[in-house]
């Protein structure tokens, strides 16, 4: 079975950090693209950052330049997403996804194949 499970999220105030993960689980992501999207209540899933399997990086939003990273770590089967200097605007739900075969990102979320069930990010004073 092949799953994505990301944790990390919660309730931070403006300006702090969060680390969100993304576990694979059945499967190996050595060959995955993997994108981090969110979605806030009533609006459009959107992507944020992406890796391939080759740790090329994309990015998805300029609204996170320089605020967020994304990473991997082969070994432990896991992709991160470091988020600093949060804004309130940055409440969502965050959803990461894998593409097989990603030796580089796809275009948009049409293109990933396999969904976690998100985890939350509030941003409030």
């Known amino acids: 079975q092949l799953q994505l499970v990301e944790s990390g999220g919660g309730l931070v105030q403006p300006g702090g950090s969060l680390r969100l993960s993304c576990a694979a689980s059945g499967f190996t992501l050595d060959y995955y693209a993997i994108g981090w999207f969110r979605q806030a209540p009533g609006k459009e899933r959107e992507g944020v950052l992406c890796i391939s399997s080759v740790s090329s990086i994309t990015r998805y939003a300029d609204s996170v330049k320089g605020r967020f990273t994304i990473s991997r770590d082969n070994t432990k089967n896991t992709v991160y997403l470091q988020m600093n200097s949060l804004k309130p605007e940055d409440t969502a739900i965050y959803y990461c996804?894998?593409?097989?075969?990603?030796?580089?990102?796809?275009?948009?979320?049409?293109?990933?194949?396999?969904w976690g069930q998100g985890t939350q990010v509030t941003v409030s004073s």
């Open positions: 996804a894998a593409h097989r075969f990603g030796t580089s990102c796809p275009s948009g979320r049409s293109g990933y194949r396999y």
